[in-house]
């Protein structure tokens, strides 16, 4: 039986995007349904009625949610092609703390980079440099952050890189300026295909972000 | 080589008590080491420098972190004996999932209910009461969480349960009376040595948390 892949998803969120990197390295075909978030769709409900959020794979009609944890779903069941986690338990320990890193400091305080103002952005945009600092310390020297292959600590980041456009626009600063191997590992990583392919312009992300600080009340 | 295995913990810590129990069930012998949180050690700042926090798994010198990280590292280093998370990669995921929902949602709420007065304390409350239910909706009928057998997700919720007196007495509510379900599975996994060896009594408990409370001038 051939393998009915769905994913529910939004095309500029950064977990959506792992996901379709994942299955692109993979070379799994799927069907991609765009959500509206403002009026979600009856499938979204059904199949995360936890958080109702995307991205949701449904495979072969049972539904996976949490991007980190899809991946390493996608990862377990398309074991024979682009491991994504490293083999090495240890490895894989160091993998999963820093995508959990990324999940809990850096993504909350790259929000308040660009849905706040004042002394709150300005507080934010610290924490935002520090976390990625902190990230990049991690990186070191090395090609890519766990193992010497692009794997899950390297695609569960690059999704944000189409969002730091956005970030130094309205943030003021310069990542690279910050921390500069952090961007020399994004242009490394975004000579990928997989990675290229699935990553929309910046200057689109740029657009969406600015028309959702009008909603939020920002500008 | 003989495995050398530290753990720095603190004794009524929940997250420190998902590590013992799992290596309980691996048989894995290990030094216990107890950190005054007020004075943290220079080996806990030097081994979990990013979050300075317990529990940390040193084994044959090299640190792990997060629980649910160090539990998984577990059980794949020591994976002849007592396996914790599925084999199968859609139950792999869904116990991913939901100990992940324990650390996002109802750790949090649990806080409220200790932490907090009047109608912050009401307000945690009713969230904790809610999120229990989610959980035990999940539970049904079934003996364990996730498959038939005692698992990583019924492993990483037991270690509330020595917390259940305290949440009960300081919110004024009976979780057997909201979940029964829960109290029958939580029995039902007191009744494995390695969890009822491993729980401090309730009362004990208590009496740390009433402390707590002090300190952070709840009462």
Known sequence: MADEV???DFWPSMFGLRVRIALAEKGVKYEFKEEDLRNKSPLLLQT??????????????????????????????WKDKAPLLPSDPYERAQAR???????????????????????????GKKEFIE????LEGQLGDKPYFVGEKFGFVDLCFI???????????????SIEAECPKLIAWAKRCVQKETVSNALPDEKKVFGFVSELRKVFGVE
Chains 1, 2 share one sequence.
């Not at 944890?69 to 996608?74: G, N, R, T």
């Not at 976390?131 to 902190?134: A, E, M, Q, R, V």
């Not at 999704?159 to 600063?173: R, V």
Request: proline share 5%.
């Open 97 to 123: 703390f820093w995508v959990d890193f990324i999940d809990k400091k850096i993504y909350e305080a790259s929000r308040k980079v660009w849905t706040t103002k004042g002394e709150e952005q300005e507080a």
């Open 159 to 173: 999704p944000f890189y189409c969002w730091f456009y956005s970030y130094e626009t309205f943030g003021k600063f």
């Open 6 to 8: 769905v994913l529910l």
């Open 131 to 134: 976390t990625l600092k902190t």
């Open 48 to 77: 995360n009625p936890i958080y109702k959020k995307i991205p949701v794979l449904i495979h072969n009609g049972k539904p996976v949610c949490e991007s980190a944890i899809i991946v390493q779903y996608i990862d377990e069941v």
